[in-house]
């Protein structure tokens, strides 16, 4: 007789009232895995889905072959971005409790993932992100009073109040139209490469997508496509995780990792350390370059951490322990790009005081404008007809009828 | 008798069925350590183990896909879609494949699963959170489609969904899960504590799919609502002073014919309300099922209160929400007409 089959179902190492354990994380050291030409074999570099390209060492120090891709003017500035993005998150959160907003998305310890990759891009350059990458908009110096009016819908949201806060859409620069809908925006990154190649253009795009996300079909359906038509286009899983309450396990499954998803796909597929902004840009350059010079798609998955709650509708003390985060192997992007700083003797702990203070400023008097202009549930909002404009180009009779119902 | 949230009646549901059933299993994203977002699940996977409630990956095909391999391998499983705006990937499975298996495999295999999913709006969830998807499904044929108002119906319509042979949507308002809601957002807000429909019985039993329930008795109109819809009919007839019956249709598909057209051909006079949007919504169904029922009866033209016919805004959510305001308005103009 044959043993009765028992249904498998990952579980994380640890739930609340457990001891963080992430010893089975394999992590490699800085510096260790090299950096292949761009037009490398894919086949030749599988093994590099399975390590992690990291530049910062724990003396923070910038070691190995992916070392070198930025200057300190531009790492300085990098500081500043995620420094930025931080201070707009927490000056958010509170806004959005105090029922300025109904709700916001938060990057605490994913801030390098997304500043550090926008610096790779070029004007014309697309990316299709979720909500998780507004870094993509801060790093490009989108006015932060903008992005505040959309997170409170007032009479100035770009978007009239249509969208979900934190949903932006930037077409001037490089940010498609974000959609609540998770992994759509993946083949839809692939289509917008195609474009590019049918043309004849020389622009690029980027795919974002998360770690639980990837379960859906949509992001296979990028893959495939990206692969078969050799689309310019750069591929981006950020694993920070959690998807929500669920652990990553539930969607990478096995004991293989995201970025080994590309194997089968036949592309470039590399692991880089997503709180390491130097190992971020150093990657996000290399791929790129493939892209551009029409050498095809290539899959990156970044090693991060949701440090935070997954929105302002979320606890994560529910589902993991309130310490998890504290010991995260891969520490925190603003603090470990300081400390190389300030190894490197361009930087110190007063100016990175002084840093965070003008930042918070900054936030603040952006805040205050755009709270000029209303807040959510304030009478300056956007209007009854703004709710049915936009609908078609041409707003149909059917349409018009039930506008003039409501008396606009 | 216990009083009950609809979250607390649904999670109930699901837990007498999967007592009294073990091929009951559920999942769903996030649906098992944590109980799901909206907390539906709690408790269900450190009572039955993780083979019967578990967290899926997040893919809606995947949920729906493996819930018709499971049914047709003797279980019944009744899977969440975290909000029923993130049901379209999962829409080829459940139009193509679950609603047909029985006809196209002549009950060969069979297709007994509940999918439940939170509609409709009123949370200031935006587009991606807010829709009310149901005539998407009840334009399907094998599917039947459930939408509860209350904690009583929730439970006993689950338990009965989950026992049904055939795939059923359950499409559970969730503006509804904490409280009733008439629509009145600026008024504060009261719990199911106090309302006679958050009484609900302990252990089993079922509310027939099928079957309309008369919330209000009246002579002057007949209002064909359900879900959110139902409370704001209700208020809208306490706001108006009209005498309207309202009607809580609660099941859509099997719709309960003999419910509405007795009470339009005693009224004489029909509105039909609901939150999605007005062009070839279930309304639409409604209507055309009225004029050839009751046409002989009516005397006034049938009025429909909708959603526009735009994606559901986020700001501009109470300019949106059909409230009492204009189901009053409805019903004010047909008792005029
Ligand atoms: C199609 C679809 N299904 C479900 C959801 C609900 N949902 C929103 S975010 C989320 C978790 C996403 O996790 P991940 O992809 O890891 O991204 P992260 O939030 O961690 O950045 C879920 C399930 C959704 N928005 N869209
Ligand atoms: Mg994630």
């Not at chain 2, 649904?10 to 944590?34: K, L, T």
């Amino acid at each position: 007789m044959p043993k009765p089959l028992s249904l498998h179902v990952p579980e994380p190492e640890v739930r609340p009232g457990g001891v963080p354990d992430f010893s089975g994380v394999h992590i490699s050291p800085a510096g260790e895995v090299g950096r292949p030409p761009v037009d490398v074999d894919p086949r030749e570099i599988r093994d590099m889905a399975f390590s992690i390209i990291r530049v910062l060492n724990r003396e923070g120090e910038a070691v190995g072959p992916w070392a070198g891709s930025l200057s300190d003017d531009q790492l300085t500035e990098g500081l500043r971005h995620m420094m930025l993005l931080r201070a707009l998150d927490a000056r958010m959160i509170i806004a959005q409790r105090q029922g300025k907003t109904s709700f916001y998305i938060q990057h605490l310890g994913e801030e390098a993932v997304s500043t550090a990759f926008r610096k790779v891009l070029n004007k014309g350059d697309m990316n299709f992100a979720t909500y998780r990458q507004a870094g993509l908009l801060i790093a490009d110096d989108y006015p932060l009073e903008t992005m505040i009016n959309q997170i409170y819908a007032n009479s100035e949201d770009p978007l009239k109040g249509r969208q979900l806060p934190t949903l932006y859409s930037v077409r001037e620069q490089g940010f498609f139209t974000l959609s609540g809908n998770l992994a759509t925006q993946f083949p839809q990154a692939v289509g917008w490469a195609m474009a590019s190649a049918i043309k004849g253009e020389t622009n690029i795009a980027a795919g974002w997508i998360g770690d639980g996300s990837t379960a859906e079909s949509d992001f296979h359906a990028g893959l495939v496509f990206a692969s078969t038509f050799k689309a310019p286009v750069v591929l981006n899983v950020v694993n920070n995780q959690w998807a929500i309450s669920t652990f990553q396990g539930i969607a990478r499954g096995g004991v293989g990792t995201f970025a080994a998803r590309g194997l089968g796909y036949g592309m470039p597929s590399l692991r880089v350390d997503g709180n390491d902004y130097l190992a971020v840009h150093a990657v996000g350059l290399w791929a790129a370059e493939r892209a551009r010079r029409n050498l095809g798609p290539t899959l990156i998955e970044y090693v991060t951490y949701r440090a935070g709650a997954h929105s302002t509708s979320d606890d994560p003390s529910a589902y993991r322990p309130k310490e998890e985060s504290a010991a995260w192997p891969l520490g925190d992007p603003v603090i470990r790009l300081k400390a190389h700083l300030i190894v490197k003797g361009v930087w110190s702990e007063d100016r990175h005081a002084q840093l965070e203070a003008e930042m918070l400023d900054t936030v603040v008097t952006a805040q205050k404008a755009a709270e000029s202009h209303g807040t959510l549930h304030s009478d300056n909002r956007p209007s009854v007809r703004d709710m049915f404009e936009g609908v078609y180009a041409e707003m149909p009779p059917h349409l018009r009828r039930q506008r003039q119902e409501t008396g606009v | 008798m216990a009083r009950m949230t609809m979250i607390q009646a649904i999670r109930d549901g699901m837990d007498v069925a999967m007592g009294r059933d073990n091929s009951v299993v559920v999942y769903g994203e996030d649906v098992g350590y944590f109980g799901g977002v909206f907390r539906a699940t709690q408790g269900l996977q450190e009572k039955y183990g993780k083979s019967r409630c578990f967290d899926a990956p997040i893919s809606e095909s995947g949920i729906v896909g493996t819930a018709i391999g499971m049914a047709a391998n003797g279980m019944r499983p009744c899977v969440e879609i975290q909000f029923a705006d993130y049901m379209y990937p999962a829409y080829d499975q459940i139009t193509q494949e679950a609603a047909r298996i029985r006809y196209r495999s002549n009950a060969d295999f069979t297709c007994p699963i509940v999918i439940r999913m939170p509609t409709g709006g009123g949370i200031f969830g935006g587009q991606t959170h807010s829709q009310s998807p149901e005539a998407l499904f009840t334009h399907v044929a094998g599917l039947k489609v459930v939408v509860p108002s209350n904690p009583y119906d929730a439970k006993g319509l689950l338990i009965a969904a989950i026992e049904d042979p055939d795939p059923v949507i359950f499409l559970e308002p969730k503006r509804l899960y904490n409280g009733p809601f008439d629509g009145h957002y600026e008024r504060p807000v009261t719990g199911w504590g106090k309302h006679p429909d958050g009484e609900v019985p302990e252990g089993h039993f079922t509310v027939p799919l099928g079957q309309a329930k008369i919330k209000r008795e009246g002579r002057d109109v007949t209002v064909l609502a359900y879900g959110t819809m139902v409370h704001v009919a209700l208020a809208a007839a306490e706001d108006t002073g009209i005498d309207a019956e309202v009607i809580d249709l609660r099941t859509l598909l099997p719709y309960d014919l003999d419910a509405i057209t007795a009470s339009v051909k005693k009224t004489g006079r029909c509105v039909i309300v609901h939150e999605a949007t007005l062009t070839s919504g279930f309304g639409a169904e409604l209507a055309a099922l009225v004029a050839e029922h009751c046409f002989y009866s009516l005397e006034a033209p049938i009025r429909r209160v909708a959603g526009w016919d735009t994606p559901y805004p986020h700001a501009q959510e109470w300019d949106y929400f059909p409230g009492p305001a204009r189901v009053g308005a409805a019903l004010t103009q047909t008792m005029e007409a």
